[in-house]
């Protein structure tokens, strides 16, 4: 493991089980159960070239590559963040797999010619601008609410920058659930795969996965709900699995 510099108020946190590092501030928005689902939910090419939209410190992409051998880019608009992210790939290392690239995703036109990824994923801000008022510092407001991109955004870059039969994964609140289909189908991309993460039995989802298609025909797979909290207050032995032990990827 290489050496890296932390500054103020950072600190070096593991990344589950598989020997990975990541450097974290409480001064921005640190990584959840969202994106280590996310990490885990998609089909992911062995080979190609994978991209990993509002990166954040890198958390996705440095999950992803205890998956894939493919290339891996990650886009962050906020260049603090762009900068943890970039540390934690050399802290790793594994910069030869993975670049971390600060922009907007919405202008954002990757090297090389078209058609670019095989698989796009995404963790975006989940609340509109309309939410309440936004108190927060500019990290946190940022990640959280739909500030430097909304939903559409996302969704449309996601298809500009999908090749036809590449795979776009998102997690998101499941109260979107239908502003997401909506979204996608208007931009091609077609939802194959579904699976709501719920606090516990019994208890309405709050997240939802979702995996679609480029140019994908309609036929939709509704996966069974993730429950996170076992009757013990327990996380469920499926997340035992991926945050303790060997597995990579979420069962279907």
């Known amino acids: 493991m290489s050496k890296v510099t932390l500054h103020l108020s950072e600190r070096l946190d593991d990344l589950l089980t598989h020997e990975l590092k990541i450097i974290q501030s409480e001064e921005v928005f640190s990584f959840s159960i969202d994106a280590v689902l996310l990490a885990r939910f998609p089909k992911v090419p062995k080979r190609g070239r994978i991209l990993d939209l509002c990166t954040g410190n890198g958390v996705i992409p440095l ?6 051998e493919a290339s891996i880019e990650g886009i962050e608009i906020q260049p603090r963040l762009a900068d943890m992210a970039r540390r934690s790939v050399e802290l790793n290392n594994l910069s030869e797999q993975v670049q971390i690239i600060e922009g907007d995703l919405k202008t954002f036109i ?6 670019y990824y095989d698989l796009i994923t995404v963790n975006p801000p989940y609340m509109p601008l309309t939410t309440g008022d936004i108190k927060e510092n500019e990290h946190f407001a940022m990640a959280r609410h739909e500030i430097g991109c909304t ?3 996302v969704i449309q870059t996601c298809a500009r920058l999908t090749k036809t039969g590449g795979r776009v994964a998102m997690v998101h609140r499941a109260s979107r659930l239908v502003d997401i289909i909506s979204l996608m189908r208007v931009y091609r991309l077609e939802p194959k795969r579904i699976r709501f993460v719920h606090p516990k039995e019994g208890a309405e989802a709050n997240m939802v996965l979702v995996e679609a298609i480029r140019d994908g025909k309609p036929d939709v797979r509704l996966l069974p709900p993730l429950f996170v909290y076992n009757n013990n207050n327990e996380y469920c032995q499926e997340l035992m699995d991926i945050y303790y032990g060997e597995e990579t990827e979420l069962g279907n």
Do not use: F, M
């Open 110 to 115: 990757p090297e090389g010619s078209r058609p």
């Open 63 to 68: 999950l992803l590559t205890t998956r894939t």
């Open 151 to 153: 939903l559409e955004d």
